[in-house]
């Protein structure tokens, strides 16, 4: 029979002690998430069943009404129109970023460190003041119209600024590093001697990228289209800067409800039912994830 040293642990402490420590490492974060993410999405979750007071603020009484005026043809209609925009705005990234995040990948190595400054470099300014530039470029009297007038190819300034354009400009601009970042780590791994295999089988460019690098690289497309949707589909931000009155948004119809109507629960609902249409692509993701 062989004894242990005294000194030296058994393996069931050494196991103990490292859940110990783990435990202590995580509890913080835990903290913090459960007070600032999961408190506030109870209370959210609650208030959405809950009465509107005459003068604001809430009546703890248990009510349906707020789902219910969700059927109110109004608001599918703004739910509609924030997703063909967050939808729009995921394609337009897609196919900026994967040509984009192509060419980075295939540099030396040293302009690949460059490039991705670049890409990243507008995260140096907040977003609130790069949304606030394009309304200068935008403008009537902004650097496209001068442009263009100065070349003499309109007579009258072109209505940019307050359209769904200016909105979907924002909002390609402020999310395509989203895209970009994802399909640049899915390509760095890429082994492109498989596209050398295919070509010598016979298959041109359009094949070798449809057969081979697309469904190799799907997970970056999923994770940058999510990273980019998401946030877009709800955007309040952009909408109300570039937009206007014009272009009305989910996220604006929340924050109207929350700051200016001071409806809580009707609030409330509205980011509830935002929640389960985000949800659904996160779930798409997931399962892609665990059939592959």
């Known amino acids: 029979?062989?004894?242990?040293?005294?000194?030296?642990?058994?393996?069931?402490?050494?196991?103990?002690?490292?859940?110990?420590?783990?435990?202590?490492?995580?509890?913080?974060?835990?903290?913090?998430?459960?007070?600032?993410?999961?408190?506030?999405?109870?209370?959210?979750?609650?208030?959405?069943?809950?009465?509107?007071?005459?003068?604001?603020?809430?009546?703890?009484?248990?009510?349906?009404?707020?789902?219910?005026?969700?059927?109110?043809?109004?608001?599918?209609?703004?739910?509609?129109?924030?997703?063909?925009?967050?939808?729009?705005t995921t394609i337009v990234c897609l196919m900026i970023a994967y040509p984009l995040a192509f060419f980075i990948v295939t540099r030396p190595e040293r302009w690949r460190n460059i490039l991705l400054g670049l890409v990243i470099i507008p995260f140096w300014t907040n977003f609130l003041v790069r949304t606030y530039a394009w309304i200068v470029i935008l403008g009537n009297e902004g650097v496209i119209n001068s442009i263009l007038q100065s070349l003499q190819l309109i007579d009258e300034p072109i209505s940019l600024l307050f359209t769904p354009f200016a909105v979907i400009i924002g909002l390609i601009y402020g999310y395509l590093p989203f895209m970009i970042l994802p399909l640049y780590a899915t390509l760095e791994r890429f082994d492109f001697s498989l596209v050398e295999a295919a070509q010598d089988l016979g298959a041109n460019n359009f094949r070798s990228f449809l057969r081979v690098i697309f469904p190799l690289t799907r997970r970056g497309i999923l994770a940058g289209s999510i990273l980019v949707f998401i946030p877009a589909v709800g955007a309040f931000i952009t909408p109300d800067i570039l937009g206007g009155a014009k272009t009305l948004m989910v996220g604006n119809l929340i924050q109207n409800q929350f700051l200016q109507a001071r409806n809580w629960p009707f609030g409330s609902a509205l980011s509830m039912i935002l929640m389960g249409v985000i949800l659904i692509p996160i779930l798409i993701y997931l399962q892609s994830q665990t059939n592959d």
């Open 1 to 88: 029979m062989t004894l242990l040293p005294q000194n030296q642990p058994s393996p069931k402490s050494v196991e103990t002690r490292k859940r110990t420590t783990l435990l202590i490492l995580l509890l913080p974060t835990t903290i913090w998430l459960f007070i600032f993410f999961v408190l506030p999405l109870i209370f959210v979750l609650v208030c959405s069943f809950l009465q509107r007071g005459t003068y604001g603020g809430i009546n703890w009484i248990f009510t349906l009404d707020n789902y219910q005026r969700l059927i109110s043809p109004l608001y599918w209609g703004i739910f509609w129109q924030s997703l063909q925009l967050a939808a729009l």
